[in-house]
């Protein structure tokens, strides 16, 4: 009977040695952030968005997954005033000349693949906006209870072409940069 014992103690120890341990950490959207910076020849425009969800994955302590949605309705203009500039630019942005809002309420970036490097993950996944989807990498810092990146994305890889001297000819100093930066804070 001891011997039966010892046995399967020592069965549920290599079964509970070998199992992985999982966590889903969902963020606190209200407390994350999206700051972007859009820049042209003449200088550039900042603003934000916001999160509508989003979970990171670890398995053994180690990022492993995770997904995120943007609520594409929330999209901001920070550095011009009411009155001067920010209603146009933020209406022309949430267009179909950009982002197309009315009928893409929402980007997606979901995280295939997570390598540990110094200092975070190099980071692979894919993004959706516009109902484009495009692989992208990027480097993220996971701290205890908060992760943060800096990323850029081409917009034209999203139908974005609107001023972008990629795909039109004479803009001069109307063209726009077919990159824009999002600095992403999460808060778990």
Same mark, same amino acid.
């Given at each position: 009977?001891?011997?039966?014992?010892?046995?399967?103690?020592?069965?549920?120890?290599?079964?509970?040695?070998?199992?992985?341990?999982?966590?889903?950490?969902? @963020?606190?959207?209200?407390?994350?952030?999206?700051?972007?910076?859009? *820049?042209?020849?003449?200088?550039?425009?900042?603003?934000?968005?916001?999160?509508?969800?989003?979970?990171?994955? %670890?398995?053994?302590?180690?990022?492993?997954?995770?997904?995120? =949605?943007?609520?594409?309705?929330?999209?901001?203009?920070?550095?011009?005033?009411?009155? *001067?500039?920010?209603?146009?630019?933020?209406?022309?942005?949430?267009?179909?000349? %950009? %982002?197309?809002?009315?009928?893409?309420?929402?980007?997606?970036?979901? @995280?295939?693949?997570?390598?540990?490097?110094?200092?975070? $993950?190099? =980071?692979?996944?894919?993004?959706?906006?516009?109902?484009?989807?495009?692989?992208?990498? %990027?480097?993220?810092?996971?701290?205890?209870?908060?992760?943060?990146?800096?990323?850029? =994305?081409?917009?034209?890889? $999203?139908?974005?072409?609107?001023?972008?001297?990629?795909?039109?000819?004479?803009?001069?100093?109307?063209?726009?940069?077919?990159?824009?930066?999002?600095?992403?804070?999460?808060?778990?």
């Amino acid at each position: 009977m001891k011997t039966k014992l010892k046995s399967l103690i020592l069965a549920v120890t290599l079964i509970a040695a070998t199992y992985s341990y999982a966590q889903q950490k969902e @963020i606190k959207a209200s407390e994350s952030s999206i700051n972007w910076t859009g *820049k042209k020849v003449t200088g550039q425009h900042t603003g934000t968005l916001n999160f509508s969800s989003g979970f990171l994955n %670890f398995e053994n302590n180690s990022l492993s997954g995770g997904e995120f =949605v943007v609520d594409m309705t929330s999209l901001a203009v920070t550095d011009l005033e009411a009155g *001067k500039g920010k209603e146009k630019l933020e209406g022309h942005l949430a267009s179909d000349d %950009f %982002f197309g809002v009315k009928d893409h309420k929402s980007a997606k970036l979901v @995280i295939k693949k997570a390598s540990k490097m110094d200092g975070g $993950y190099k =980071v692979t996944g894919d993004l959706t906006i516009k109902g484009k989807t495009n692989p992208i990498s %990027f480097d993220l810092t996971v701290n205890r209870g908060s992760a943060s990146t800096t990323l850029n =994305v081409d917009r034209t890889k $999203y139908d974005i072409k609107y001023g972008s001297g990629s795909f039109f000819d004479n803009l001069g100093d109307k063209t726009i940069s077919d990159e824009f930066e999002l600095a992403i804070n999460l808060k778990m």
